[in-house]
């Protein structure tokens, strides 16, 4: 392999792959939403634009596009037009440190399938997604404008309060794996032979709860709660700017899941390592295991939209304070003293 | 984060005030001071138009004002129109009159529980009322050929016959319901986040909901018994063995469980109306041109979301000199703020959900 091929075509394909992957994630999961929520609901979802209407989201997008970017007079020019790009890079910047699957090698040439390995990996994603709270906030006040103003004020109780039990249960998981890194994570799972999310259902569990409620997802959709607050903090945002906001939740959500999956569910592991009888499992490459797992996962968001009313704010609180976080805490002492003692 | 407290403008073109509503709304960041509805967004001139059409102009008027439950409407104002001018309805238009009216307040009550769980975020529960209720609108196709605003009822009796076949139809259909409603409510009675959103909030004592005068089923969530059917028997109802349930909390969870528990009594109502559908006419000759001799009445009916009244003053011509009428929607939601006061501001979508209330019963 040529060195131009090694140094500069790979780095920038993986670029542009660490751009388009979530995007079209993002497009299959909008589309996966929406015709599941139908389907569930009994009614049809869209089904013409493509082949069972897959290409619908690229006709919103399209039309999302040509729209006319309003701005109130009040708002902050600067604020608003911020927000959108925040919390879409930072949702987009996390997935460099998402690995993907075993590395393929080329010929002499070692293909990672992440950009970015860091010792630290799982911190870096976490702050990201902590930066995404930042643009939600700006652009609540930004919009200078009541509805938007109380949906950021709600998601920043919200994100703040379940924090605390996610990097609570994060512990637990760098704790038994000695590792921040999350393809060392996935390694020591595979070397232990089970998956963290069996090892500690509980740190599983409080995990995948504060996921939905820091992605703002149903039931803890409270500061996008349309029937309450309209459309919560991006009320005032059309045109490109909403469609920002709006992919970058769908794409905090994959990222949610590929975390659950790389933490708890051993990234892209086979299932069943030790069976014999199923070792054609291990045909498929690990790439394929590890899409099987973030859809499980996603589909798992689109069902519950689908099944449980909102939340309450008060209650909600009440969750994560009188129960995730002594929870969390008493999981994190256990699984240290199993540390400690095994 | 203290917070000032600030004026919050909902509606009119929020997304769950039920139309075109809108709540003047004073919060404590999110503890509810005060709630002031405006209303007349959607004002026709109902009450004036009337005037100037014949008695039996009016009637399909009278769809436009409560278009959830349409019929009730009709049968409200033909009632009072028959009472002022003493016709006598035959029997068997009174039967079918029943199974109509219950058949729309099971209707009703289907899309309010749509509409409520919505609001409340339980999207899926929209569709499956809806989709319910659908087959009830079918029957009403079919009898009349149309869906919403119905016009089933003439002053007199009632504009077709239900043949062997649509009675089939109509026991088909109520045979459906019950699974139907048993899905929803797996789905939301023992929910603890439809619980924790409904039981406790938007409380009002039997006292309190007396002195508002509501009526309908928030008035017997709050413990009271009081249902025209039983009460104040019109149409026949008196022949029907049914019961009022009540509820005792007065909140949003007794409301919705006194609904659905409604809808199971309305498909008694309408089963034992059509296992006793007495032989004869379904209507009675009506002048072309109804003249009324100078007088008042006031009748009223138990329409799905409470008491409905016409009052019509008739001079001796063809057209009432003023009819005046008493929507429940608009007397129910007096009580808003008595709900209300100190709750969360979430919660003024459930309870204002709860209340069933429909716009252009309220701007007429």
């Known amino acids: 392999m040529t060195p131009f091929v090694a140094e500069v075509l790979i780095p920038v394909g993986k670029v542009v792959a660490v751009i388009l992957y979530p995007m079209v994630m993002v497009v299959v999961?909008?589309?996966?939403?929406?015709?599941?929520?139908?389907?569930?609901?009994g009614r049809l979802g869209p089904n013409r634009v493509g082949f069972q209407g897959l290409l619908q989201p690229v006709a919103d997008a399209v039309k999302l596009f040509f729209k006319e970017n309003i701005m109130q007079r009040q708002a902050d020019t600067f604020l608003f037009n911020v927000s959108p790009v925040l919390v879409m890079f930072s949702s987009l910047l996390a997935f460099c440190f998402?690995?993907?699957?075993?590395?393929?090698?080329?010929?002499?040439?070692?293909?990672?399938?992440?950009?970015?390995?860091?010792?630290?990996?799982?911190?870096?994603?976490?702050?990201?997604?902590?930066?995404?709270?930042?643009?939600?906030?700006?652009?609540?006040?930004?919009?200078?404008?009541?509805?938007?103003?109380?949906?950021?004020?709600?998601?920043?109780?919200?994100?703040?309060?379940?924090?605390?039990?996610?990097?609570?249960t994060v512990l637990t998981v760098v704790f038994v794996a000695r590792s921040m890194d999350l393809v060392e994570i996935v390694r020591r799972q595979e070397a232990s032979g089970v998956w963290y999310g069996f090892l500690m259902p509980v740190s599983f569990v409080v995990f995948w709860i504060s996921g939905i409620a820091e992605t703002n997802r149903a039931?803890?959709?409270?500061p996008e709660a349309e029937s309450e607050l309209v459309a919560g903090y991006h009320t005032e945002y059309s045109g490109m700017k909403f469609a920002f906001f709006y992919m970058a939740e769908y794409a905090h959500m994959v990222l949610v899941s590929s975390l659950v999956v790389i933490l708890f569910f051993g990234g892209w592991l086979p299932p069943f390592p030790s069976v014999k009888a199923l070792s054609f499992l291990h045909a498929a490459p690990g790439f394929v295991w590890y899409l099987v797992k973030i859809m499980f996962f996603l589909y798992l968001y689109v069902w519950i939209r689908a099944t449980f009313p909102r939340y309450r704010f008060d209650s909600l609180i009440r969750l994560v304070w009188k129960w995730f976080v002594p929870l969390s805490l008493l999981n994190f002492l256990a699984v240290a003293l199993g540390r400690f003692l095994l | 984060?203290?917070?000032?407290?600030?004026?919050?403008?909902?509606?009119?073109?929020?997304?769950?005030?039920?139309?075109?509503?809108?709540?003047?709304?004073?919060?404590?960041?999110?503890?509810?001071?005060?709630?002031?509805?405006?209303?007349?967004?959607?004002?026709?001139?109902?009450?004036?138009?009337?005037?100037?059409?014949?008695?039996?102009?009016?009637v399909p008027l009278t769809d436009r004002l409560d278009y959830i439950a349409s019929l009730s409407n009709n049968l409200g104002y033909v009632l009072a129109v028959e009472k002022l001018a003493g016709i006598e309805v035959p029997r068997r238009a009174r039967y079918i009159r029943v199974v109509l009216a219950e058949l729309q307040r099971l209707a009703s009550h289907l899309a309010w529980l749509g509409f409520m769980a919505n609001d409340i975020g339980a999207m899926s529960v929209l569709l499956y009322g809806f989709e319910a209720r659908e087959t009830i609108l079918d029957v009403f196709e079919e009898y009349c050929g149309a869906r919403l605003t119905i016009h089933g009822i003439r002053i007199g009796?009632?504009?077709?016959?239900?043949?062997?076949?649509?009675?089939?139809?109509?026991?088909?259909?109520?045979?459906?319901?019950?699974?139907?409603?048993?899905?929803?409510?797996?789905?939301?009675?023992?929910?603890?986040?439809?619980?924790?959103?409904?039981?406790?909030?938007?409380?009002?004592?039997?006292?309190?909901?007396?002195?508002?005068?509501?009526?309908?089923?928030?008035?017997?969530?709050?413990?009271?018994?009081?249902?025209?059917?039983?009460?104040?028997?019109?149409?026949?109802?008196?022949?029907?063995?049914?019961?009022?349930?009540?509820?005792r909390n007065g909140d949003v969870y007794d409301r919705y469980l006194i609904r659905l528990e409604e809808i199971c009594q309305?498909?008694?109502?309408?089963?034992?109306?059509?296992?006793?559908?007495p032989e004869g006419e379904t209507s009675v000759k009506v002048p072309r041109v109804l003249k009324v001799a100078p007088s008042e009445v006031f009748h009223t009916i138990e329409a799905p979301k409470g008491v409905l009244g016409f009052y019509i003053k008739s001079n001796g011509t063809d057209k009432p000199e003023r009819v005046k009428m008493k929507s429940p929607s608009f007397i129910n939601l007096q009580s808003l703020e008595h709900m209300c006061k100190g709750n969360l501001f979430s919660d003024v979508v459930g309870i204002l959900g709860s209340l069933d209330i429909v716009l252009g019963e309220i701007d007429k």
Do not use: C
């Not at chain 1, 039931?219 to 409270?222: C, S």
């Not at chain 2, 509606?11 to 139309?19: I, V």
């Not at chain 2, 009526?215 to 009022?244: C, I, N, Q």
């Open chain 1, 29 to 41: 999961m909008i589309w996966l939403e929406r015709r599941v929520v139908a389907l569930m609901q």
């Open chain 1, 98 to 168: 998402v690995p993907l699957g075993e590395p393929i090698m080329l010929g002499s040439y070692n293909l990672t399938l992440w950009i970015a390995e860091s010792p630290v990996g799982l911190l870096i994603i976490l702050g990201l997604s902590s930066i995404s709270v930042f643009g939600v906030i700006f652009g609540g006040w930004a919009s200078n404008s009541k509805y938007p103003l109380m949906g950021a004020l709600r998601s920043v109780v919200q994100v703040l309060s379940y924090e605390i039990p996610i990097g609570l």
């Open chain 1, 219 to 222: 039931p803890f959709d409270l």
């Open chain 2, 1 to 58: 984060m203290a917070f000032k407290e600030i004026d919050l403008n909902m509606g009119p073109q929020h997304p769950s005030t039920h139309g075109v509503l809108r709540l003047k709304l004073a919060v404590d960041n999110e503890v509810v001071l005060r709630v002031e509805p405006v209303v007349g967004y959607l004002h026709r001139g109902m009450e004036k138009l009337w005037e100037n059409l014949t008695y039996t102009q009016v």
């Open chain 2, 157 to 247: 009796g009632v504009p077709h016959d239900l043949d062997g076949a649509l009675v089939a139809r109509i026991r088909k259909v109520l045979d459906g319901i019950p699974a139907r409603l048993a899905d929803i409510r797996a789905l939301l009675d023992e929910n603890r986040i439809w619980k924790g959103r409904t039981v406790g909030v938007g409380t009002i004592t039997a006292s309190a909901a007396i002195e508002y005068g509501l009526t309908g089923p928030p008035l017997r969530a709050s413990g009271v018994r009081w249902d025209l059917r039983k009460d104040l028997p019109y149409s026949s109802y008196d022949e029907f063995d049914f019961e009022v349930p009540l509820g």
């Open chain 2, 266 to 277: 309305s498909i008694r109502i309408v089963r034992q109306a059509l296992d006793g559908l």
